[in-house]
């Protein structure tokens, strides 16, 4: 009996010991499995990230040697193009004054000029924009004793910046809309908290570079000013909304208690912003300015630069909105000529030079399109990259500038033909092509 059971003691222990043995086994092989599938979703993704690294270095070489595009942005040019911007700087400054130091002499110029422009009182000039808005509603909080800021979800500062304005600046964002169009002058008034200032981005470019109605933009600066708080413009883009609105850019401005303006998102210029306003705003500031690091030792290139975009982009803006219009009316019917199933220029009449294009595809087959196109045919129609929205859904940028001007509506309809015939498979699932 004691054989027996030392036998089944021993037939037990063995299966016991067994089964931890085949269980760790299994176990290694289930965990071999999946890290073989981790590594192979790391590879393709890898994979994926280097293809689209390529296809953007593609296009933006097509950008720089094609013979025709929409607009050709100075910032992609070589080092060389980009020194010539300044070639025309004795046209716009004396180059036998000294250069600025901290803030002074062309520094000064180009800040007197800005605020001529927008007809403010002063103006100061910083790096970034970033940096000056930051600085301009932490100021207004201060005056207002409400660190609370009214905006758009969609808002720069809110998509672009990394929340600078509650991390950095300590102010509390309050989203009056999430809705992808311009604010209300009745979603001002039923904002439930109160703010010390409403931020109006104008135009909205995450919204498709939208611009409410000149009537609706008063609706709203008034509704603000009911809740007793100032209005904040973030104007990047405010050189090329004249159009839309029927009105000189001093005008616009005045609606406003300050107002911040880029000098390269338009103008083409290096880069470098400013913030106009009240005397008194201004000057503070500038002290927070220093105090943010935008105290810097010399500013010229960037200043000449900005001087330059002023003297030769600013005055062209409004025929850039007006061929934008052209050119967006064309996409559209080359796009139901080419057999695309679905097409959205939003808006379909752009309040600016730059708008949305919308299409029905995966964004790699359409940036593969695009820059096929561009390498095949030496026409660019789509400079900008492609943002997927949804399975099977993409957007992109369409900007016109002085290279746009070129562009007959019947040109803009040949590229749109050049480019849906690159779409090959790329077309959804159970949706027919159509013959071209």
Not at 64 to 76: K, Q
Not at 188 to 196: A, D, I, S, Y
Not at 303 to 318: F, T
């Amino acid at each position: 009996m004691s054989d027996t059971a030392d036998t089944a003691d021993d037939g037990s222990t063995t299966a016991r010991n067994r089964k931890p043995a085949e269980a760790a086994a299994e176990g290694a092989g289930a965990a071999t499995e999946e890290e073989r599938t981790a590594t192979d979703q790391e590879e393709r993704a890898a994979s994926d990230e280097e293809r689209r690294a390529a296809l953007r270095e593609r296009r933006r070489a097509a950008c720089r040697s094609v013979r025709r595009v929409l607009a050709r942005p100075g910032y992609l040019g070589t080092l060389r193009e980009r020194l010539a911007l300044l070639e025309r700087a004795g046209e716009v400054y004396d180059l036998d004054e000294r250069g600025d130091l901290y803030g002074d002499g062309v520094v000064e110029a180009l800040e007197r000029k800005i605020a001529g422009l927008l007809g403010t009182e002063a103006a100061a000039f910083f790096p970034t924009g970033t940096m000056a808005q930051q600085v301009a509603l932490r100021c207004w909080a201060g005056r207002t004793g409400n660190p609370a800021v009214a905006l758009h979800a969609l808002a720069h500062p809110e998509v672009h910046e990394r929340h600078a304005l509650s991390q950095v600046t300590g102010l509390r964002p309050l989203h009056v809309t999430t809705e992808p169009r311009p604010t209300t002058a009745r979603e001002v008034r039923e904002l439930p908290e109160p703010f010390g200032a409403l931020m109006l981005e104008l135009p909205l470019r995450d919204a498709g570079f939208l611009l409410p109605t000149w009537e609706e933009l008063c609706a709203v600066v008034e509704a603000a000013r009911e809740r007793d708080a100032v209005v904040h413009v973030d104007g990047a883009r405010l050189w090329e909304t004249t159009v839309h609105f029927g009105r000189p850019l001093d005008e616009i401005a005045a609606l406003a208690d300050s107002v911040y303006v880029s000098f390269y998102k338009s103008l083409g210029g290096y880069g470098g912003a400013a913030l106009a306003g009240p005397s008194t705003l201004v000057d503070e500031a500038k002290t927070w300015r220093h105090r943010y690091g935008g105290q810097v030792f010399q500013q010229f290139p960037t200043v000449l630069a900005a001087l330059v975009g002023l003297e030769r982009e600013l005055p062209r803006l409004p025929d850039y909105v007006r061929h934008a219009r052209v050119v967006a009316a064309a996409l559209r019917e080359g796009l139901a000529a080419a057999g695309v199933p679905w097409a959205r220029v939003h808006p379909e009449v752009p309040h600016t030079h730059e708008f949305q294009l919308w299409l029905p595809y995966d964004a790699d087959v359409l940036a593969e399109a695009a820059v096929r196109t561009a390498e095949e045919t030496g026409t660019l129609l789509f400079a900008h990259a492609w943002d997927p929205k949804g399975p099977g859904l993409a957007c992109t940028e369409v900007s016109v500038q002085a290279a746009g001007l070129e562009w007959t509506a019947d040109d803009v309809r040949a590229a749109v033909g050049d480019f849906a015939a690159r779409l090959g498979d790329g077309f959804p699932e159970g949706v027919p092509r159509q013959v071209r």
